[in-house]
DNA sequence: ACTTTGACTATAA
DNA sequence: GTTATAGCCAAAG
């Protein structure tokens, strides 16, 4: 899956949506993870603008289980409500302190592990 | 075609 | 533990 050839420039968002997708409820990663399983270590910050993009899609993408390295909930005030964020991922059982995941370590979930082939 | 930007990260102090 | 700095790279302006 990991496909360092993107022919079409679209497919590196393509891939990105499709990670997101996969993982689990309940779990987090982070974007740099993302980046690394495609083949694009150091496109963190690209895989962020993608899930900035991510609006424009037909099918949901569930962002808010995608935050930065630390836990942290960066990109909250992207969603449609500040606390939006927040309330999805404490719904699925994950709880958050000021904006920060607690007991992160527990809910990363790395596709560089869990994909790897 | 060039410059700026950013939902990032690693490193240094 | 913290803050500052510098790489990073694709999309937007």
């Known amino acids: 899956m990991p496909n ?3 022919s079409n420039q679209s497919d590196f968002f393509e891939q990105v949506y499709q990670v997101v ?3 689990p ?3 987090v990663t982070s974007y740099g993870a993302i980046g690394a399983f495609l ?3 150091r ?3 690209v895989v962020g603008w993608a899930m ?3 609006h424009s899609l037909s099918s949901p993408v569930p962002a808010h289980r995608v935050v930065n390295r630390n836990g942290l909930l ?3 005030a992207h969603f449609s409500t500040p606390s939006r964020m927040q309330e999805l991922l404490e719904s699925e059982g994950i709880k958050i302190d000021t904006d920060k995941i607690v007991d992160f370590k527990h809910h990363f979930w790395d596709p560089v592990e869990e994909l790897k082939l």
Do not use: F
Request: glycine share 14%; proline share 0%.
């Open 4 to 6: 360092k050839n993107y």
């Open 21 to 23: 997708k996969l993982i």
């Open 25 to 27: 409820e309940g779990r």
């Open 39 to 41: 083949g694009a270590a």
């Open 43 to 45: 496109s963190a910050r």
């Open 52 to 54: 900035n993009n991510a």
């Open 74 to 76: 960066t990109g909250k």
